[in-house]
């Protein structure tokens, strides 16, 4: 299968890697020479929980439309590019091709039906999954756990069990579902109490569980959350989101989220498609979210030091 990564950061190197050493042709398109070059010269060295190996067989690129006509296109760059990258893909396009997009947060699949044909969108969600880059040229892999794929507008087709079967090959742990909002949802509650707490408190996961301040703040971002979605009516899994925060958290306690991991770097975050949006779905619904309004202010703030 030739399979473009629209975004070769952390998770999309995770996926170029292992999808091309399966055997896929595999491009990477991203902005960032010093990785590419590295990527090309090199390959690229995996490390981590999906083992040790490095990839020679990736082929990379600054433009999407040097990958040509593509079988599945990954979008997996930040929630706030989506849209840019959707519009890059002209030339990547079939009437059969896919586009997988898989982000933290809310909206992805709708900024790139704004641009592309929404019947060839799938959803992604991964769980319990994380990667740095450590150096250009290398990607640590800090966990594994599944990634979960649906039809954008829901039900269980043979092209999105295709799909499933090609990320198995792979090595990644994939299950298809019926519903995937409900999943992104359920990734999103969690997102936005851990996320947002570690991010404007500089913790780890762990870190921000065992403070009973920044863990009482966390708890009250992913209610709020919780709150809004159940009112757009949103079907979860659980009855007790705090139980099923903790749970997230607990597999994770070191884990640094990329929000946090962007502060650091200088970079901005994705603070709008995950905290930032829980008070604008909550007005929708007539409700109020103050303790999320407070923690994106005080994301926005960090990174108003640094993008001046």
């Known amino acids: ?16 890697a292992l999808l091309a ?21 090199r390959g690229l060295q995996v490390s981590g929980a999906s083992g040790e190996r490095t990839v020679a067989n990736i082929r990379v690129s600054t433009d999407a439309t040097d990958a040509g006509p593509c079988d599945l296109v ?29 982000q933290n947060g809310l909206g992805a699949g709708e900024r790139i039906s704004d641009n592309l044909d929404s019947a060839n969108i799938l959803l992604g ?27 954008m507008h829901g039900g269980i087709t043979e092209r999105l069990e295709g799909i499933a079967r090609v990320w198995q090959d792979a090595g990644f742990n994939v299950k298809t ?19 947002g707490a570690a991010a404007a408190f500089d913790r780890t996961l762990g870190e921000v569980m065992a403070d009973p301040v920044t863990w009482g703040i966390a708890k009250n971002l992913g209610l709020e959350a919780y709150r809004a979605g159940k009112a757009k009516g949103i079907h979860f899994s659980f009855e007790d989101p705090v139980q099923y925060i903790s749970n997230f958290g607990s597999k994770m306690p070191d884990a640094r989220p990329s929000m946090l991991l962007d502060l650091k770097a200088k970079r901005l975050t994705e603070v709008d ?25 005080m994301i926005k703030a960090k990174e108003s030091a640094f993008s001046d």
């Not at 050493?21 to 010269?41: K, P, S, Y």
């Not at 979008?75 to 009437?95: D, F, H, P």
């Not at 019926?178 to 949802?185: A, E, G, M, P, T």
């Open 21 to 41: 050493d399966a055997g896929n042709e595999v491009w990477a398109i991203d902005l960032w020479r010093e990785h590419l070059d590295a990527i090309r010269d």
């Open 74 to 102: 990954v979008i997996a760059t930040k929630a706030s590019s989506v849209g840019t990258a959707a519009r890059s893909l002209i030339n990547n396009l079939t009437e059969k091709t896919l586009v997988l997009t898989i």
């Open 273 to 297: 498609a995950i905290n930032g949006m829980v008070p604008v779905i909550a007005k929708q619904q007539g409700l109020e979210a103050p303790y999320n309004e407070v923690i994106t202010a």
């Open 177 to 195: 579902f019926d519903d995937i909002n409900q999943l992104i949802w359920e990734k999103f509650i969690c997102n936005v109490a851990l996320s």
């Open 1 to 16: 299968m030739k399979i473009a990564i629209i975004g070769a950061g952390a998770m999309g190197s995770v996926y170029a």
């Open 125 to 151: 969600v991964a769980g319990g999954f994380g990667a740095s880059i450590p150096e250009p040229g290398h990607v640590h892999h800090n966990g594994m756990e599944l990634i979960r794929l649906g039809e």
